[in-house]
């Protein structure tokens, strides 16, 4: 925190909101449905509840699956010189100040750090430049993260198109109406099950408990299940694996 003769100071922070109880209420349904105990009364959690989630779950086969849900559900991270504190960490004051990858919101840091110490003042005009400047950085990163994530989806399909029909371990990951998505284990590339491609059976799905229920054999896949997919279909240009079930009972 930067403070002069008990006023505070002007400087850029990097902070992180608390998480929308809408988001936190359907985490801990999530949860549940994969057997674990997480209290979210009314969707008000705080850092230590999520981290005591996360040690729970680390080294089970759901932790990805968790992990991710838990991230997904967290407000985004951002650079401003308006000062809330950051839930992620329970830190009051935070800022980024140096790195092995230099990041402009470092610079600031530094620029107005030195400012202070040498005693200039940092006014409302100069101030406002470093929230424009905060804002920019902060869409900046998160274009780069996206970018990331479509990279890593790429290489992940291009990866996987030598190996169409092969088959492979994997996890669900989702239940939708037109199918369930399943993490394969080796690269932890998403694919597809379409309920069309499961010919044993007529399967419904069934929201509230994230699963999918054969009509005739009562042959159930839930969120978290283990199973064994066969990969027929891998797209480059729209980053999409097509995996069909591989039923281990016939």
């Not at 003042?121 to 101030?127: D, Y």
């Amino acid at each position: 925190k930067a403070k002069s003769q008990n006023r505070e100071l002007a400087f850029v922070y990097r902070i992180h909101d608390v998480p929308n109880p809408d988001k936190i209420e359907e985490l801990a349904t999530f949860v549940h449905a994969l057997g674990y105990e997480f209290e979210a009364k009314k969707g008000i959690v705080n850092a230590k509840d999520i981290n005591k989630l996360m040690k729970e779950v680390e080294g089970k086969p759901e932790e990805n699956l968790i992990k991710t849900a838990s991230i997904r559900s967290m407000a985004k991270a951002i650079y401003s010189t308006r000062n809330i504190g950051h839930f992620g960490l329970a830190f009051k004051y935070y800022t980024h100040f140096t790195s092995p990858i230099r990041r402009y919101p470092d610079l600031m840091a530094h620029r107005m750090l030195r400012h202070h110490l040498d005693g200039k003042n940092i006014g409302q005009k100069e101030t406002a430049m470093y929230e424009k400047i905060s804002i920019q950085s902060s869409e900046r990163e998160m274009e780069a993260v996206s970018a990331e994530r479509d990279s890593i989806k790429f290489k992940q399909v291009e990866y996987m198109m030598n190996h169409v029909g092969e088959i492979f371990d994997g996890v669900i990951n989702g239940v939708a109406d037109w199918g369930i998505y399943v993490q394969e284990q080796n690269t932890l590339a998403d694919g597809m099950v379409k309920l069309s491609s499961i010919k044993s059976d007529y399967f419904e799905h069934e929201a509230k408990k994230y699963r999918i229920k054969g009509q005739r054999t009562g042959k159930v896949y839930r969120l978290g299940d283990a199973v064994k997919v066969k990969l027929v279909r891998a797209d480059k240009d729209d980053r999409q694996l097509d995996f069909e079930l591989i039923d281990e009972n016939k």
